[in-house]
């Protein structure tokens, strides 16, 4: 059988040349890229062919891929798209179809999450991406302070409610307001935000604006609906937990900065991505090792994915397909998702054996199916920009909040008229 594999992986180098073959991917620094990483030995011995990963900040990604998509010939063989670049790749003609490629192989993509291949895989009927990972945000928190009987009795006296996983918004911002001032707990705070401009707030304030029944933008119209009574509640919430119930310094933090808080156990709670609820369990990673959990937002959280895709300007397209091959078959897919990946495909979540390792993954399932869209059009990264930085004048400058959501609205609304889908 060695043999065989051997001999199998010499027939795959060969069909790519003599000489030896490396593909360059620019990835983000966050989990499921160290899960990645973990499995390129195992391709590079059925391929013969190397990866070499760049990795950095997500606020680099962007400045660092558009010149090298827009070159004839780019640096990168493979690249991952958020989901909000998807409308500024896809109408700019800057990635490969993938169809012909998925039917001549037939790769099982019937395997994904509907919801998450719609997102970062089909666009208009044509697959440009597969879904690499997933990052509908959660609210992690601290289940051993929650279950405390003595914190049970204290939060029961003062709020008249019980101390439970919250299922409601303003049982979470009782319990942030509990935690920060009455738990008696030394240099401890309710929460951690991550208030960094202009992604990490734009991501995360999402989860407060859909828990207090706001939306972006009537779905009907496209008109946009932030300077509403729901949104303006939200981002005075926001400011608070920051102001107020948060470490000092997380208006400006990256969401590395704010798990690092909560992973040190200086936090009860901190709403991120669902990918880092196994770093928590990690001793390398955390003191807070068992005591972290994960529930969905209240009102439904924000959800998000990563797609991979083979750029026009890709070197080498049939090495960079291979790859992505190779990293999504099912059998890789459980692998990453064994060392703790945000899986994409539906038939990871049924799965036995990550089930029983994962006691959350029922919770996780509840993320993807209740989690809500951030606007998906063209000028997406524009609107980020536009948001993060409102968002954060109302933070940290001291801008009203009405104020500041009416320049988002009037500025969305001058993007989407750009775009066509506001008339």
């Given at each position: 059988?060695?043999?065989?594999?051997?001999?199998?992986?010499?027939?795959?180098?060969?069909?790519?040349?003599?000489?030896?073959?490396?593909?360059?991917?620019?990835?983000?620094?966050?989990?499921?890229?160290?899960?990645?990483?973990?499995?390129?030995?195992?391709?590079?011995?059925?391929?013969?062919?190397?990866?070499?990963?760049?990795?950095v900040n997500y606020a680099e990604m962007h400045t660092k891929l558009?010149?090298?998509?827009?070159?004839?010939?780019?640096?990168?063989?493979?690249?991952?798209?958020?989901?909000?670049?998807?409308?500024?790749?896809?109408?700019?003609?800057?990635?490969?179809?993938?169809?012909?490629?998925?039917?001549?192989?037939?790769?099982?993509?019937?395997?994904?999450?509907?919801?998450?291949?719609?997102?970062?895989?089909?666009?208009?009927?044509?697959?440009?991406?597969l879904p690499f990972y997933n990052y509908a945000m959660g609210l992690?928190?601290?289940?051993?302070?929650?279950?405390?009987?003595?914190?049970?009795?204290?939060?029961?006296?003062?709020?008249?409610?019980?101390?439970?996983?919250?299922?409601?918004?303003?049982?979470?911002?009782?319990?942030?307001?509990?935690?920060?001032?009455?738990?008696?707990?030394?240099?401890?705070?309710?929460?951690?935000?991550?208030?960094?401009?202009?992604?990490?707030?734009?991501?995360?304030?999402?989860?407060?604006?859909?828990?207090?029944?706001?939306?972006?933008?009537?779905?009907?119209?496209?008109?946009?609906?932030?300077?509403?009574?729901?949104?303006?509640?939200?981002?005075?919430?926001?400011?608070?937990?920051?102001?107020?119930?948060?470490?000092?310094?997380?208006?400006?933090?990256?969401?590395?900065?704010?798990?690092?808080?909560?992973?040190?156990?200086?936090?009860?709670?901190?709403?991120?991505?669902?990918?880092?609820?196994?770093?928590?369990?990690?001793?390398?990673?955390?003191?807070?090792?068992?005591?972290?959990?994960?529930?969905?937002?209240?009102?439904?959280?924000?959800?998000?994915?990563?797609?991979?895709?083979?750029?026009?300007?890709?070197?080498?397209?049939?090495?960079?397909?291979?790859?992505?091959?190779?990293?999504?078959?099912?059998?890789?897919?459980?692998?990453?998702?064994?060392?703790?990946?945000?899986?994409?495909?539906?038939?990871?979540?049924?799965?036995?054996?990550?089930?029983?390792?994962?006691?959350?993954?029922?919770?996780?399932?509840?993320?993807l199916a209740y989690a809500q869209n951030f606007p998906v059009f063209?000028?997406?990264?524009?609107?980020?920009?536009?948001?993060?930085?409102?968002?954060?004048?109302?933070?940290?400058?001291?801008?009203?909040?009405?104020?500041?959501?009416?320049?988002?609205?009037?500025?969305?609304?001058?993007?989407?008229?750009?775009?066509?889908?506001?008339?």
């Amino acid at each position: 059988m060695k043999k065989f594999l051997l001999a199998s992986s010499m027939l795959i180098a060969s069909a790519f040349g003599a000489e030896a073959q490396t593909i360059n991917i620019l990835m983000e620094s966050v989990p499921d890229t160290r899960y990645v990483q973990e499995m390129l030995p195992e391709f590079k011995e059925k391929t013969g062919i190397d990866v070499q990963l760049e990795v950095v900040n997500y606020a680099e990604m962007h400045t660092k891929l558009v010149p090298q998509l827009v070159a004839p010939e780019g640096s990168y063989d493979v690249v991952i798209v958020d989901f909000y670049w998807v409308g500024e790749f896809t109408k700019a003609g800057w990635l490969q179809p993938l169809d012909e490629r998925i039917k001549a192989d037939n790769f099982p993509v019937d395997n994904y999450i509907p919801s998450i291949m719609e997102l970062t895989g089909r666009v208009d009927g044509t697959t440009l991406m597969l879904p690499f990972y997933n990052y509908a945000m959660g609210l992690t928190y601290r289940k051993d302070l929650l279950e405390d009987l003595k914190h049970q009795e204290a939060f029961k006296a003062k709020y008249g409610r019980e101390l439970k996983v919250p299922t409601e918004w303003p049982e979470y911002l009782d319990q942030v307001k509990y935690f920060s001032e009455d738990a008696g707990i030394e240099g401890f705070k309710g929460v951690v935000n991550q208030g960094q401009r202009p992604d990490p707030i734009s991501m995360e304030w999402s989860n407060y604006l859909f828990a207090n029944g706001g939306r972006y933008y009537d779905p009907e119209t496209w008109q946009p609906t932030l300077a509403t009574p729901e949104g303006i509640a939200a981002l005075t919430q926001y400011r608070d937990n920051i102001q107020k119930y948060g470490p000092i310094g997380a208006a400006n933090f990256s969401f590395d900065d704010a798990f690092n808080v909560a992973a040190q156990g200086k936090a009860y709670s901190y709403l991120t991505f669902n990918m880092f609820r196994p770093v928590y369990d990690d001793p390398a990673s955390s003191q807070v090792v068992g005591k972290m959990e994960i529930a969905p937002v209240p009102g439904g959280g924000l959800n998000g994915s990563w797609g991979w895709a083979i750029p026009k300007s890709s070197p080498d397209p049939d090495a960079a397909w291979e790859f992505i091959k190779f990293i999504e078959s099912p059998e890789i897919a459980k692998k990453r998702a064994l060392l703790g990946g945000a899986a994409t495909q539906k038939q990871i979540y049924e799965d036995p054996e990550l089930i029983e390792k994962y006691s959350y993954y029922p919770q996780l399932g509840e993320l993807l199916a209740y989690a809500q869209n951030f606007p998906v059009f063209t000028y997406t990264p524009a609107f980020v920009d536009v948001l993060g930085r409102e968002l954060s004048l109302a933070v940290t400058d001291g801008k009203d909040p009405k104020e500041a959501l009416e320049q988002v609205d009037k500025e969305f609304a001058e993007l989407l008229r750009k775009d066509g889908k506001l008339q």
